[in-house]
């Protein structure tokens, strides 16, 4: 798969300028016709598809970008949807002075900042990518197209996976915006721009979606690495289920039970022995994740993604040859009230913990000093052997999109919000292979009475951090905006409450403009 991601279908792309317009032309004179005589291009169209989370064009690293408008860097999927997760807690700072990043810790953003727009455009840039495949691959074209009976056996796992990856970025749709434009491949091409559904009637999608496509995904820890199998999916459901009183004001607990025990009983994954290598250049060999973001020095190259999150951590005194890179960007640290979620009184050392403090202060009084806050060196280009990548600019790390310890964490916080068909005891004893592991087998464990609901959210920050979940988590629990207080939130050093209407990201202003079937968030 890291091979197979770098073909792009140019032919059949969309290049958006208001990124839910329908009527767009393609960027290449190649038509379906043409391009499906090969019938190794379906394979390759995939690919794309999946490659739309890591890449930002057809060139790489930089050059012929999916999205104009955009710094090309800077309209990297992973990496925004990284940035809006993390830098808006307590979790990360960045030090830079691009417009609008800044914002971010202090929940100020408006339906102008470039960041929130480069996040929203990806999103609808993947569900058009996939509902092009979908149109692509209906019966009735592979009859047209005399399609052999080998490779229709394939594309039928390839249309599941492509669903899957569609209703991933709507679920980061819903997440991060609310209601927001809703079509698919059975919406006619050259239409009016879609209409705006709640946010509740995509939840309400997705959850029928993926129940209907579950049988035609492969089998978990059966697909190519890099690419969906129904460990995936279960993953994808279980945060639905463990986020619907959010999303749609109902409670599923029991069902995220339920997708969690699938994952955890199948037996096609396993916690790695050692935390650290989940983040490393070789992590691709780890059957504790689940579904990865592919990215390869010489073949996946792109300044967003796993470069951005080995080179943005690195400064000060840190030498970059050490993390296989040759550079440091002299951005990314955490605040101090991360650092304490890993206080312990026994004097015990929690091995996650991955902080750098050579000639790093813990608190942070001006965020634009790189040396003012620890770094955090969680993902690196060097193999567990002790190897660099193939390239000392892009490197070889995978980013863990979903991975088993999440399924652990996700089954004891719903056992505690009282879902169903599980129970406290199982729910102590994932966490305490958690809490082994980070603590190397001694001192960590707790007992059935220390895990509550406070405790599980700290040890999701402490075992899940930098990876994307954190804004999403502290929504959940209501401490985001209004019950929350850290260091720089809202712009100030000891941190301030903000507005509960920045649950929820603003359309881009230029959206509104674009679609007058679109509705503003409240509050923006």
Not at 45 to 72: C, K
Not at 111 to 122: D, E, G, L, S
Not at 304 to 315: D, I, Q, R, S
Request: aromatic share 12%; hydrophobic share 40%; with cysteine.
């Amino acid at each position: 798969m890291k091979k197979l991601i770098k073909f792009a279908m140019v032919g059949l792309l969309l290049v958006m300028a208001a990124c839910t317009d329908l009527d767009l032309e393609p960027r290449s004179s190649t038509t379906a016709a043409v391009l499906f005589n090969d019938e190794a291009a379906y394979r390759a169209f995939l690919a794309r598809i999946y490659s739309g989370i890591a890449v930002t064009g057809q060139q790489g690293p930089a050059g012929n970008a999916d999205i104009s408008s955009l710094d090309e860097g800077f309209s990297n999927y992973l990496r925004q949807f990284w940035q809006l997760q993390e830098l808006p807690t307590e979790e990360a700072v960045i030090g830079w002075g691009d417009e609008g990043i800044q914002d971010l810790h202090g929940h100020v953003w408006t339906t102008a900042n470039q960041f929130v727009r480069a996040t929203y455009y990806r999103i609808f840039f993947q569900v058009s990518q996939a509902n092009e495949f979908l149109r692509e691959t209906t019966d009735a074209k592979l009859d047209a197209r005399n399609v052999s009976a080998s490779t229709r056996e394939d594309i039928k796992a390839f249309r599941a996976e492509a669903r899957f990856l569609r209703a991933l970025s709507y679920w980061h749709g819903i997440d991060m915006f609310g209601d927001i434009p809703f079509y698919t491949e059975d919406s006619p091409v050259g239409s009016d721009p879609p209409a705006q559904a709640d946010r509740a009637t995509v939840f309400n999608f997705l959850d029928s979606e993926l129940k209907t496509i579950e049988a035609d995904m492969v089998a978990p820890g059966q697909n190519e690495y890099g690419r969906a199998d129904r460990g995936a999916l279960w993953m994808l459901q279980a945060k639905l289920y463990l986020n619907a009183e959010v999303y749609a004001g109902a409670n599923r607990y029991t069902d995220c039970i339920s997708a969690c025990k699938k994952i955890i009983d199948s037996g096609a994954y396993s916690l790695e022995d050692n935390y650290q290598h989940l983040f490393l250049a070789d992590n691709d060999r780890s059957n504790e994740i689940i579904f990865p973001i592919v990215f390869d020095g010489l073949s996946t190259q792109t300044w967003g993604g796993t470069t951005y999150l080995v080179h943005a951590p690195l400064g000060g005194s840190m030498d970059p040859a050490l993390y296989g890179v040759n550079s440091a960007w002299f951005g990314l640290r955490t605040t101090a009230s991360f650092v304490d979620l890993f206080s312990d009184l026994t004097g015990a050392t929690d091995e996650r913990a991955i902080f750098y403090t050579d000639g790093q202060t813990k608190d942070i009084n001006a965020i634009g000093n790189f040396g003012d806050g620890y770094a955090v060196p969680k993902y690196s280009n060097v193999t567990s052997e002790g190897q660099a990548g193939a390239d000392l600019n892009h490197p070889d790390t995978d980013f863990p999109m979903f991975r088993l310890a999440d399924a652990y964490l996700m089954y004891a916080e719903a056992v505690l919000r009282n879902g169903q068909g599980g129970d406290a005891n199982t729910a102590t004893g994932y966490i305490n292979e958690l809490r082994q592991r980070a603590y190397n087998g001694a001192s960590g464990n707790i007992n059935a009475n220390e895990l509550t609901l406070d405790f599980i959210l700290d040890e999701r920050s402490r075992e899940l951090y930098w990876e994307g979940h954190r804004r999403t988590d502290l929504i959940r629990y209501d401490r985001f905006t209004d019950n929350g207080i850290w260091p720089w939130k809202g712009g100030v050093k000891e941190g301030k409450l903000t507005g509960a209407f920045r649950d929820l990201y603003p359309i881009p202003a230029s959206e509104i403009l674009a679609n007058p079937k679109l509705e503003q968030n409240f509050g923006y």
